[in-house]
């Protein structure tokens, strides 16, 4: 069992940023790929960001085209922790985000359904 626990959101004024974590509990961190959804209100949740699990030395990560200039996910696996700095805020980035982990580690998924264990989510509102 993995759980999930998302800090740092917050209200933030247009062009501001913030660093969203997410604590994992569970021996299996390491070898997750993980992932940053979002669900504005009256809209499905959608893909922000996802990392792999380390492989040959090297993580890949995956952005959504919307944020990819804008967003950079890490993670520190000494730490069982996974980060989302966001950068240029924008008014559409308002949502609750949710950090989500697959405990296969194959690759870096984009589909929610993949993922095995979720957080509970953090608010972000950008004010305009």
């Known amino acids: 069992q993995v759980q999930l626990v998302e800090s740092g959101g917050g209200l933030v004024q247009a062009g501001g940023s913030l660093r969203l974590s997410c604590a994992a509990s569970g021996r299996t961190f390491s070898s997750s790929a993980m992932g940053w959804f979002r669900q504005a209100p009256g809209k499905e949740r959608e893909f922000v960001a996802g990392?792999?699990?380390?492989?040959?030395?090297?993580?890949?990560?995956e952005y959504a085209d919307s944020v990819k200039d804008r967003f950079a996910i890490s993670r520190d696996n000494a730490k069982n922790t996974v980060f989302l700095l966001m950068i240029s805020l924008k008014s559409e980035d308002t949502a609750v985000y949710y950090c989500?982990?697959?405990?296969?580690?194959?690759?870096?998924?984009?589909?929610?359904?993949?993922?095995?264990?979720w957080g509970r989510g953090t608010q972000v509102t950008v004010s305009s």
């Open positions: 989500a982990a697959e405990s296969a580690g194959v690759g870096v998924p984009r589909r929610g359904r993949d993922y095995d264990y």
């Open positions: 990392i792999s699990r380390r492989s040959g030395g090297v993580y890949y990560a």
